[in-house]
């Protein structure tokens, strides 16, 4: 019976400890940010159709299965769009995560608002500086704050995956507008 008793506070003192390497790596805080450049051989205004017009940006953002615009007309400031997203480190679980513009300057930068209830909320940034008459600088920031206690805690290891996909994402999106 002595043995069932170890087992069973080992099995604690692994999990307590794994909840405390969470916490100290910033677990518990349930907030991301994520940060990424990539230099693009295309002038801004192409680039910038790359990140606004949503049948491009469904070719490059990985797990983007679906765009639907819920504002009728030219993007703007105060535009929403709903995202569908499969999400293939869960399963192929469907997400949808509405998009709102705040703020809108063309060939120069996006920032969005975004939210997926229950899931998380933030806003991301994108930045493009041209480098010549050929070249952009793209820079993207995303903030997220995380919605689910789990999420939270596991925000260190969400941030990592998020941070490796933006990454893949970024590079497609080079690849492609480079390619055409």
Known sequence: MKWLLYTFGGLVAVLLVAVLVLLLLGGGRGQSRLQATVEIAQPASVVFDWITQPSRVQSWVGWLVEIHSLTPGQQAVGSREIWVMEDRNNNNQRMEIESEIIS?????????????????????????????????????????????????????????????KLEEDLARLKQLAESR
Do not use: C, M, N
């Open 104 to 164: 809108l300057q063309a060939d120069r930068a996006l920032s969005t608002r975004l939210r997926a209830p229950g899931g998380f909320e933030g806003t991301v940034s994108y930045a493009l500086e041209p480098l010549g008459s050929d070249r952009t600088r793209l820079q993207y920031l995303g903030d997220y704050k995380y919605d689910h206690w789990l999420a939270k805690l596991l925000s260190p290891v969400i941030a990592r995956s998020a941070q490796q």
